[in-house]
């Protein structure tokens, strides 16, 4: 295959700017967006690069896909301040937060299927206000994305630390990077997966657990990465939503230049090593608990050792595919920054410590989320 496509979806909350809150508006962000893209009249159909989401607090935007990083930055950055726009006109704030710094009581979205996941799922449904980052890579076919599933999975909780955005759960410090990772850990079909070895195996296990009734449908699947229900792609599912957009590039990237790199080890050598699924459960928990500040587990190794070293290993590894696609000197330049400024946890840790008002928080998310 040439270079992969690559799009990215961005979940964001829809905050009161004056107090911080999550506010339940995305219905009025929805009619502002699509009065934009009708040229100010009152709208009809939904905007497409802009859903709704679980909860009313927040939106989802939704990248076109994308061959060249400055397209795919291009289109980041274009949909944010769409989105942006969309919010203000519905007298919000749209902040690229992980989950909500200040206590929030989220409100289903009135979509019968969401109205059946609040009533099957209780608290994990009512309280689920967290927003992702989700990357959809071109594959082949379904046996060629199983594959580059299968292998991915020991370098996920890297890309999880990288985007880690949700420090604050319900006005505290969660002593979490990415306490948002925690949150979706609630649903029962989420997390890392075992090794499938064939796209029948994969297909089976989907139509096993929707077998059971416990999730409502295929859409429910809520793996760190799976196979797209809608495109002949792979969903990579496991960051938090990234504060920087150019962190989301990146991330976008390094998935593209992980599905290029497993995939030709697929073809080399179909075997593979299965990693089990216990220790790829323990390493996105650590990744989730210190995120770019403690030791990540070394896919290599299988031992602990200091992030920047493990994101300098993922940069090797994907060296090859990276440099074909003309990408390694903007992901190198890319991972470089956010080591040295660190990412969305980081930031937001800094802006509480300077104030001790979790509404600055809130604040400095906000404008950093604008100038995108």
């Not at 009152?42 to 989802?60: A, D, I, R, S, W």
């Not at 203000?88 to 299927?113: D, H, N, Y």
């Not at 990408?327 to 990412?343: I, Q």
Request: aromatic content about 6%; glycine content about 8%; proline content about 6%.
């Amino acid at each position: 295959m040439s270079t992969r496509n690559v799009g990215i979806e961005e979940e964001f909350l829809l905050v009161d700017p004056a107090t911080g809150e999550a506010r339940a508006v995305a219905g009025a962000v929805m009619r502002a967006a699509s009065a934009q893209e009708n040229g100010g009249g009152p709208g009809g159909q939904e905007p497409g690069y802009l859903e709704f989401e679980l909860q009313k607090e927040q939106v989802e935007i939704n990248t076109s896909p994308c061959l060249s990083l400055s397209d795919l930055a291009r289109e980041v950055a274009g949909c944010r301040a769409r989105a942006a726009d969309a919010a203000a006109a519905a007298g919000v704030g749209l902040a690229a937060l992980g989950t909500s710094p200040v206590p929030a009581e989220p409100s289903i979205t009135a979509k019968g299927r969401y109205r059946r996941m609040a009533e099957q799922f209780g608290l994990t449904a009512s309280e689920q206000l967290t927003c992702g980052c989700h990357v959809h890579v071109e594959v082949a076919s379904d046996d060629e994305g199983v594959a580059v599933l299968d292998r991915i999975q020991p370098w996920l909780p890297a890309l999880l630390a990288l985007s880690a955005n949700s420090p604050f759960w319900q006005g505290q410090d969660s002593s979490y990077a990415s306490y948002r990772y925690q949150a979706w850990g609630r649903w029962p079909c989420s997390g890392p997966t075992a090794w499938f070895g064939s796209a029948r195996a994969y297909a089976d296990t989907v139509q096993g657990m929707t077998d059971t009734a416990t999730v409502l449908d295929a859409g429910m699947v809520y793996f760190n990465a799976r196979l797209s229900a809608h495109y002949p792609t792979v969903e990579v599912r496991v960051a938090d939503v990234c504060l920087f957009p150019d962190d989301a590039v990146l991330i976008a990237a390094l998935v593209r230049g992980l599905a290029e790199t497993e995939a030709a080890a697929w073809r080399a050598e179909p075997d593979g090593h299965p990693v089990r699924l216990e220790l790829l459960t323990l390493a996105a928990w650590r990744a989730s608990r210190s995120g770019l500040d403690g030791a990540l587990i070394h896919p290599a190794t299988g031992r602990p050792a200091p992030a920047p070293e493990v994101l300098e290993a993922l940069l090797d590894h994907v060296r090859p595919a990276l440099d074909d696609a003309g990408d390694l000197p903007e992901v190198t330049s890319l991972l470089e920054a956010v080591l040295a400024r660190g990412n969305g946890a980081a930031f937001q840790r800094a802006a509480y410590q300077r104030s001790g008002r979790i509404l600055d928080v809130v604040s400095g998310a906000l404008e950093q989320t604008a100038r995108a």
